[in-house]
C-alpha cells in the first residue's frame, strides 16, 4: 500500500463509519477516482484523489460551485482538503455520453448538451479565468509537431513543412481570437459528459476552464475525437446553437457570416492540440489508450481544410504525410 494509499483511507475514515472503495478510472491527468460506497446504505460518492505536487483541486471546486450557482449539472463538492488534493463529490454513475450515444439517443443527448453550454456561456463569467491567449493557443498548436510527428512518428521536417505549419498555426490563432470571447469548459466531449437521471447532462473536467472563443467547445462536442458524426448533421446541429447563442445573447445576428470558419477552423486548432496531446500521453506518460484516437481527430481537418484556400495546402500535407504513417 502506497504513502498516498494510506492517507486517502484515513481521510475517508474520518468521515465513513465504514465503506467499500472502488476504483472508477483515471483520466488524462495525474487524478484518480473512487467511488465510495457507505455500509449504512447511504448515497455513493466519488473520490477525487489529485496529487497537490501535480494537480491543484481549488479550481474544480470553484468553477463547479459557480455551474451549479446557474443551473448546470457539475458534482457538489461534499468534503474537501486542499492542502492533500481530495474532494469528495457526487457520484454520476458509470453512463457517460460516450457509451449512450446512439442514433436513438443523439438528439435527445446533444440537445441537452448544447442547453447546458449556451447556459454556461450565457450565464457564468469568465471574467477571472485565465485567458485563452495568443501563447497558450500556439503553445497547443505545437504540441501537434512536437509531440505526434517527431517524438512519436520520428518525422524530420524539411523548411517547407515547418514553414506549413507555422502559417497554419498563424491563421488559427487569428480565427481563435477574432471570435466572441466567453467562458470555455476546455474539454465538453463525450468522455465528460453523463447521462444521469434529471438535469442532464452532469459535467466533469472543467478544471482548466479558460476565457476564450464562443465556437471552442461547440466544436469539441460536436466533432468529438472519440465519436464521429456526418459533417451535414454536425453542421445542422452548430447551426442550431448558433441561433440559439443569438437568443440567449451569446452571439449576434451579424456574425452569421463568420460563423462557420469559426466553427471550422476552431476545430482544427483543437484537433492538433488533441492530437499532439495523445502522442504526448503515450511517449510521456505510458498511457498509449489514445492513440487510435488520432486518425479520427485529424480526419476532422482534412475533410474540412479543402473548404478554405488559406488551409487548404495544410489538409492536404497532413493527409499525404501524417494519416499515411499513423
Request: aromatic content about 10%; charged content about 25%; proline content about 6%.
Amino acid at each position: 500500500m502506497t504513502q498516498r494509499h494510506t492517507e486517502m483511507t484515513a481521510w475517508l475514515d474520518d468521515r465513513f463509519h465504514e465503506y467499500r472503495l472502488a476504483p472508477v478510472s483515471d483520466d488524462a491527468s495525474f487524478r484518480r477516482y473512487y467511488r465510495v460506497i457507505p455500509g449504512d446504505g447511504g448515497p455513493s460518492r466519488i473520490l477525487m484523489d489529485a496529487p497537490p505536487d501535480k494537480e491543484d483541486v481549488r479550481p474544480f471546486a470553484a468553477i463547479a460551485a459557480r455551474l451549479r450557482q446557474v443551473g448546470v449539472q457539475a458534482p457538489r463538492v461534499h468534503a474537501s482538503d486542499e492542502a492533500r488534493g481530495f474532494l469528495l463529490l457526487d457520484d454520476f454513475g458509470d453512463c457517460r455520453y460516450l457509451d449512450a450515444l446512439d442514433e436513438t439517443t443523439v438528439e435527445r443527448l446533444y440537445g441537452d448538451a448544447l442547453g447546458a453550454l449556451s447556459v454556461m456561456q450565457a450565464c457564468v463569467s469568465a471574467d477571472e479565468l485565465p485567458l485563452y491567449d495568443e501563447p497558450l493557443l500556439r503553445a497547443e498548436i505545437a504540441l501537434f509537431p512536437d509531440w505526434l510527428l517527431q517524438r512519436h512518428l520520428g518525422l524530420t521536417l524539411d523548411a517547407d513543412e515547418t514553414r506549413l505549419i507555422a502559417e497554419a498555426a498563424d491563421t488559427l490563432v487569428v480565427n481563435a481570437l477574432a471570435q466572441p470571447q466567453v467562458f470555455v469548459h476546455r474539454d465538453y466531449h463525450s468522455r465528460n459528459l453523463m447521462r444521469i437521471g434529471q438535469g442532464n447532462p452532469g459535467v466533469l473536467d472543467f478544471q482548466d476552464a479558460v476565457r476564450g472563443p464562443v465556437t471552442y467547445d461547440l466544436v469539441s462536442l460536436l466533432r468529438d475525437c472519440y465519436i464521429r458524426w456526418p459533417r451535414e448533421r454536425v453542421e445542422d446541429w452548430a447551426w442550431g446553437y448558433f441561433d440559439l447563442a443569438v437568443q440567449s445573447g451569446i452571439l449576434r445576428e451579424e456574425h452569421e457570416s463568420r460563423f462557420q470558419r469559426w466553427f471550422d477552423l476552431m476545430g482544427m486548432q483543437r484537433q492538433l492540440k488533441a492530437a499532439g496531446i495523445f502522442a504526448r500521453l503515450d511517449q510521456r506518460d505510458g498511457k498509449p489508450g489514445y492513440l487510435a484516437d488520432i486518425p479520427r481527430t485529424l480526419a476532422y481537418l482534412v475533410e474540412v481544410a479543402p473548404d478554405y484556400p488559406d488551409l487548404a495546402a495544410f489538409g492536404e500535407w497532413v493527409a499525404r504525410r501524417v494519416l499515411p504513417v499513423l
